[in-house]
């Protein structure tokens, strides 16, 4: 089970996926309640055999063996009956959970992870702007004032941000490819729409491209207007479209045409055709 908390949270936003969750978490307790479950041939051999060893020691073999050991076999049938109807149960509801993150659940998962993303961000910005401008441990103590405080508040909040990161990509990983969403985190469109090299910092794209954050990455990220968690695999996917520039005019349609053929045309008469002779002799 995965403990990271803005996962949980993000998947609490979504109905079915908390319902199914609940569900499990209740037959999962009544399995492991029943314990080890013998088989109805096993409870009954076990009333042979105690008749049979209580003989050997001296004393009568029971008159009602038939129905102790039928009564055995049904306890145990209904006991074992239980076992399985939950263990299907448990099976059914994590197949459906599997379903449910990789179909509407997700997106709606997703939403309620971009919505905690702004309001995390809404946080960070009050001790980013006491700051005063530093970008280290150091620059903050120089300054002063709140700074130091600030930094220190700012690097708390950094695992939050790691949390949210990694539920966004443990969520979007059951939608598409492995490869395909590692490479699209490497881009940086992972952590922004529209994303481009041009006048983003050096270490603010290493950190954007990595996940490796810090508190200057932080402050950054609170202040950028495109930050975002995709909706869905698609959406991330449209991000690394490809403009190839090529002019309108240069595209060719390839949708087929119906081509119609002319019928042959009747031969032309020349007044010397005449019909062959072809009376047997």
Known sequence: MIANPEYRAAWSAVPDVVHAETQLRKLEERRRAL??????????????????????????????????????YRGALEAESE???????????????????TTDGAEMALEA????????LAEVKKPAAELGGARSAEEAIQRGGK?????????????????????QLDILRPLGDGYRLKELREKGYF?????????????????????????????????????????SFEA??????????????????????ERIIPAHPEPKRHGFERTPDITLK
């Open 35 to 72: 314990g080890d479950v013998p088989s109805p041939d096993q409870a009954r051999r076990r009333v042979f055999d105690e008749a049979a060893t209580a003989v050997r020691a001296g004393a009568e073999f029971p008159d009602d063996i038939g129905t102790r050991a039928a009564d055995a």
């Open 83 to 101: 076992a399985l109807g939950l263990s299907e149960g448990i099976n059914s509801l994590r197949y459906h959970l599997d379903y449910l993150r």
């Open 113 to 120: 992870l971009g919505k905690r993303l702004t309001e995390f």
């Open 147 to 167: 700074a130091p405080a600030a930094w220190k508040t700012l690097t708390s909040m950094l695992g939050t941000l790691r949390n949210i990161r990694q539920a």
């Open 191 to 231: 952590e922004a729409a529209g994303i481009t090299l041009d006048g983003v910092p050096e270490d603010i794209m290493r950190a954007m491209t990595s996940g490796y954050y810090d508190v200057p990455y932080l402050v950054y990220l609170a202040e950028l207007p495109n930050v975002w968690v995709p909706t």
């Open 236 to 257: 991330l996917e449209a991000e690394d479209a490809v403009d190839c520039g090529v002019s309108d005019d240069y595209v060719h349609d390839y949708t087929p045409r």
